[in-house]
């Protein structure tokens, strides 16, 4: 994590420099070095979101896309029995006769 943050604060370092460079010995206006640093990153982005399009999962990643779907599936199911708990015991309750309590007083 910190390694990640000094990453950041070096490319943060060198747009600045990259502007500044522009800015003084291409002696050209603040907007078009802007400009041309713009272009510049964009064209770096698109070259790494083709690279990141063309590259197919690992078998590290679909063994984690594997279990996730493994864990919701259980999920789905753990849930569907704890939604019928409830029910089925107000079915019984009824179909016994005992006088049901209000949802409120029963934690008083």
Known sequence: MVAFIFVIG????????????LRLYVALAPIAATLILLGVNLVIAGIFSLLAVRSSPGRAEQEALRVRRQAFEAARGSLTLTAIVPVATTLLRRRRGGRQQPWLQRFR
């Open 10 to 21: 070096v490319l943060i370092l060198a747009e600045v420099t990259s502007w500044q460079a």
